[in-house]
């Protein structure tokens, strides 16, 4: 199975209310700017986008509209976050008949899976769906890493064509080129170090941070592929304070209120998530600002 995956793909913040309700109005808005800005795919539901403080017909809901306002553009993707193997089944069944274009799937929620018991998960997903699947392979976060020779196991399932890897060991990008060749779409999965993935030969940067700078990430993203490292650096270097908000608990709220910062969408979280104390504001703040008054001119680097 081969699919066109690569470039920039944020992975969507859902907006709510005060109340705590969805603003699809919002999210739609958001959605569509990030498109017109230059993103090369959406990713849904992930954890930036609060899959699992989502009630299941919400998630539904969530992927009606987002279809209608992608509109086929670009690829649409969809966070797969369920309790157990047979919960993800069903969301990916009802997905397709949506009809979104793929997954990005994580291992069984709330129970921490050993690697046979997540490659499992994966296998069943796979099966249940003709759509192309994404790995996400999030040890840190997640508590189970799915290793070289469990993904020997999965690429034996035709669909599952892609790796979100997120070990934040930059030598397992390397490691699967070895083994598998161009088998996998390997997305880079840690926004601080998303460079050195990309550098490394990682065709795709799934992003939190996109939500608030799309054009510098895929400003970013073009360097890289063009080679011209140098000029990637200094884009990097200005974009890096704001990226290592991605590898913290409070990643969500703070990339929320980025994103509110930036004009862009409220910091308001579902919770047990609570906004950021006035402490955090403050300091998220201050790096927003500091990227602001530095932030430099794409136009220098001649990309379009």
Same mark, same amino acid.
């Given at each position: ?34 498109? @017109?800005?230059? +993103? ?48 993800? +089944? ?24 050993? @690697?046979? @018991? ?71 999965? +840690? ?38 490292? @140098? ?74």
């Amino acid at each position: 199975m081969n699919v066109e995956w690569q470039g920039v793909y944020p992975a969507v913040t859902t907006q709510f209310n005060d109340d705590e309700s969805i603003n699809f109005d919002t999210t739609k808005s958001m959605i569509n700017s990030l498109i @017109e800005e230059g +993103v090369h795919g959406i990713i849904v539901l992930g954890t930036v986008g609060e899959n699992c403080s989502l009630r299941a017909e919400e998630k539904r809901q969530i992927l009606t509209m987002v279809k209608e306002v992608v509109a086929g553009r670009v690829p649409l993707i969809s966070g797969v976050a369920e309790t157990t193997t047979t919960l993800a +089944v069903e969301f990916v069944q009802d997905a397709e008949e949506i009809g979104i274009d793929g997954f990005m799937v994580l291992p069984g929620m709330v129970y921490r899976s050993t @690697e046979r @018991e997540a490659i499992y998960h994966y296998q069943q997903v796979a099966r249940s769906t003709a759509l192309p699947i994404m790995i996400y392979n999030n040890p840190i976060t997640y508590g189970v890493d799915v290793s070289i020779e469990g993904m020997r196991t999965l690429a034996q399932e035709a669909n599952i064509v892609s790796v979100k890897e997120a070990t934040e060991d930059t030598r397992r990008i390397s490691e699967l080129f070895a083994a598998f060749g161009d088998r996998f779409v390997v997305f880079g999965g +840690v926004d601080d170090i998303a460079l050195e993935s990309l550098m490394l030969g990682a065709t795709g940067w799934i992003s939190g941070l996109t939500n608030v700078f799309p054009r510098e990430s895929v400003a970013i993203y073009k360097l890289a592929q063009q080679g011209r490292y @140098e000029e990637a650096r200094e884009l990097w270097r200005w974009f890096l304070p704001l990226l290592r908000l991605d590898t913290i608990p409070t990643l969500v709220q703070c990339i929320k209120y980025a994103e509110q910062l930036a004009g862009r969408g409220s910091e308001k979280t579902r919770a047990p998530r609570l906004t950021l104390s006035q402490e955090d504001k403050a300091y998220v703040s201050r790096l927003y600002d500091e990227a602001i008054t530095n932030r430099i001119d794409l136009s220098k680097y001649k990309l379009d």
